[in-house]
């Protein structure tokens, strides 16, 4: 299973927000290029970087620190936050990203990510399928909609999506378990999908039981910069 820590910008600072709510922010680091070198140090192999910024405002904000991060490390990272456009798309890639996560654009332009997905292929680009009590959640999750996870992944999965990250907005930053339900029920109905658990991870049993499962990945934040699981059992499992 990839063990993918996670850093969440605001103001080019490493946040973090409970449940999605902005006005429920932890400042973490001010210097997130600090902490992504701490990742690479502890042997860890992977980011996930969010511009928390850029999927308030629609628009990619936070590019500079993605820029840094990629020219001082040799990290696969997965950006998102923000990407609305081919231009977006194109500044995130020309920064050093290797993969793009797509949500809200899924939602409101489906036929552009649809294009991404033809034009770039199903290795760099990630579906995002955040959802609060199973109903997908877009914009940094401050807009719900109506719309049933599953029938959602069910039309993406047809046009090819290969990998998808989830979060339970309801267990993001709470420290109170992943949603392994909606985990399992996400693989009973997509067996060939690469799924990328997120949010809740709060000790290495959460993640043990994600790797028991079989979980293609799962992404750790908080629970990295609680001190609830250190960069040394992340490397460990990670080599499993």
């Given at each position: 299973m990839h063990i993918i820590p996670a850093i969440d910008l605001i103001d080019g600072?490493?946040?973090?927000l409970t449940q999605g709510d902005y006005r429920q922010k932890t400042e973490y680091n001010a210097r997130p290029l600090e902490v992504a070198q701490q990742f690479e140090g502890a042997g860890l192999t992977r980011l996930h970087?969010?511009?928390?910024?850029?999927?308030?405002?629609?628009r990619v904000i936070n590019w500079k620190v993605l820029e840094l991060i990629a020219s001082k490390t040799?990290?696969?990272?997965?950006?998102?936050?923000?990407?609305?456009?081919?231009?977006?798309?194109?500044?995130v890639?020309?920064?050093?990203?290797?993969?793009?996560?797509?949500?809200?654009?899924?939602?409101?332009?489906?036929?552009?990510?649809?294009?991404?997905?033809?034009?770039f292929g199903p290795e760099k680009?990630?579906?995002?399928?955040?959802?609060?009590?199973e109903k997908i959640a877009v914009s940094g999750w401050e807009e719900g909609t109506d719309v049933w996870i599953y029938d959602f992944l069910e039309k993406w999965v047809d046009t090819g999506v290969r990998y998808i990250i989830s979060t339970d907005v309801a267990k993001d930053g709470l420290l109170q378990g992943p949603s392994f339900d909606l985990y399992r029920n996400l693989q009973d109905r997509f067996p060939d999908l690469n799924i990328i658990a997120s949010g809740g991870?709060?000790?290495?049993?959460?993640?043990?039981?994600?790797?028991?499962?079989?979980?293609?990945?799962?992404?750790?934040?908080?629970?990295?910069?609680?001190?609830?699981?250190t960069l040394k059992e992340l490397y460990a499992i990670s080599q499993q």
């Open positions: 600072k490493a946040v973090r970087l969010v511009d928390l910024d850029g999927a308030r405002e629609k040799s990290l696969h990272i997965d950006f998102g936050g923000g990407v609305q456009s081919d231009d977006d798309l194109r500044m890639f020309e920064c050093g990203a290797k993969q793009v996560t797509g949500g809200s654009i899924a939602v409101k332009q489906p036929d552009v990510l649809e294009r991404w997905f033809s034009q680009i990630i579906l995002g399928a955040d959802a609060k009590n991870v709060s000790n290495m049993s959460d993640i043990e039981m994600l790797a028991d499962m079989n979980i293609y990945g799962v992404i750790v934040g908080k629970a990295i910069y609680e001190g609830r699981v």
